[in-house]
C-alpha cells in the first residue's frame, strides 16, 4: 500500500522556534506538496517541488521554507513560529505527469504554537 | 489565478437517504479536472471521484456520482444510501494540468453528517 508518511501528528512549539516537518513518501513520486489546512478556508498550497533541489512557492509561503534533498523527503520549516502559523498542516504527493489521478496526502500534522 | 467555492459550510442527512454537495468554480481554461476528496475524522485524505473536463459523461463511483455541468462551471458530489462511514469534509478540488507541479487549488470544504 502506497504511503506518505508525516513524522509527527500533533506538535506544539513555542513561538520563535525553528520548526520541521518532515514528509517521506514511498511512491517514486516526483511532485511533493505541502498545504496548511484551516477551518473555512480549506487547504491553501504553501510550497510545493516537483524534483529533488526544486520548489516552488504557492499562495501563502511567507513564513515557510522547504527542502528537498531527497526524491522521497519534503520538509516544511518554519524559521521563527508563531501563534498564527497554529495549523493542520498536509504533507502530498503525486506522479508527474499523471498527477491528474490525484494526490496521496499524509495524515497531518497539527501544530500549535504558544 | 482558479477559486473553487463551496458554499454549504456544513450539511447533514438521514442515513440511507441521498446528498448532494455543491462546488463552483472560477476559471478561464477549457482543459482542467475536478476531484472531491474526503476527509474522515482519522484525518487521512481520500479520493472519492474526478472528472476531466473534456468528458461530458458525468464520473461515478459506486454511491458517488457528480453533476459537471461546464458551462455554469459547477460540480456537485451526490452521495446515494449515505452510510454513517460518509460522515467526514469533503473537499472540491481543481487542477490545471498544464500547470508545473500540477498543483489542487482547494474549496473551504462541507462538513457532512450522516444521522442514525
Known amino acids: 500500500d502506497v504511503k506518505v508518511t508525516q513524522s509527527s501528528r500533533y506538535l506544539v512549539k513555542r513561538t520563535g522556534e525553528k520548526v520541521f516537518l518532515e514528509c517521506v513518501q514511498d511512491m517514486d513520486h516526483e511532485n511533493m506538496f505541502w498545504y496548511r489546512q484551516d477551518p473555512g478556508l480549506g487547504l491553501r498550497l504553501i510550497y510545493f517541488?516537483?524534483?529533488?533541489?526544486?520548489?516552488e512557492k504557492g499562495d501563502i509561503p511567507e513564513g515557510y521554507s522547504v527542502s528537498r534533498e531527497k526524491k522521497e523527503r519534503f520538509s516544511l520549516i518554519l524559521e521563527s513560529a508563531s501563534t498564527n502559523q497554529t495549523s493542520m498542516y498536509l504533507c502530498?504527493?503525486?506522479?508527474?505527469?499523471?498527477?491528474?489521478?490525484?494526490?496521496?496526502f499524509g495524515s497531518g500534522t497539527r501544530l500549535t504554537v504558544v | 489565478a482558479q477559486t473553487v467555492t463551496q458554499s454549504q459550510p456544513e450539511m447533514s442527512v438521514q442515513e440511507a437517504e441521498t446528498v448532494t454537495l455543491s462546488c463552483t468554480y472560477d476559471t478561464s481554461e477549457n482543459n482542467y479536472y475536478l476531484f472531491w476528496y474526503k476527509q474522515p475524522p482519522s484525518r487521512q485524505m481520500i479520493l472519492v471521484i474526478r472528472q476531466e473536463a473534456y468528458k461530458q459523461q458525468n464520473a461515478t463511483e459506486n454511491r458517488f456520482s457528480v453533476n459537471f455541468q461546464k458551462a455554469a462551471k459547477s460540480f456537485s458530489l451526490k452521495i446515494s444510501d449515505s452510510q454513517l462511514g460518509d460522515t467526514a469534509m469533503y473537499f472540491c478540488a481543481f487542477m490545471k494540468p498544464a500547470d508545473a507541479g500540477n498543483m489542487l487549488t482547494f474549496g473551504g470544504g462541507t462538513r457532512l453528517m450522516v444521522k442514525p
Open positions: 502530498a504527493s503525486s506522479l508527474f505527469p499523471r498527477a491528474h489521478y490525484g494526490y496521496t
Open positions: 517541488s516537483y524534483d529533488v533541489k526544486m520548489k
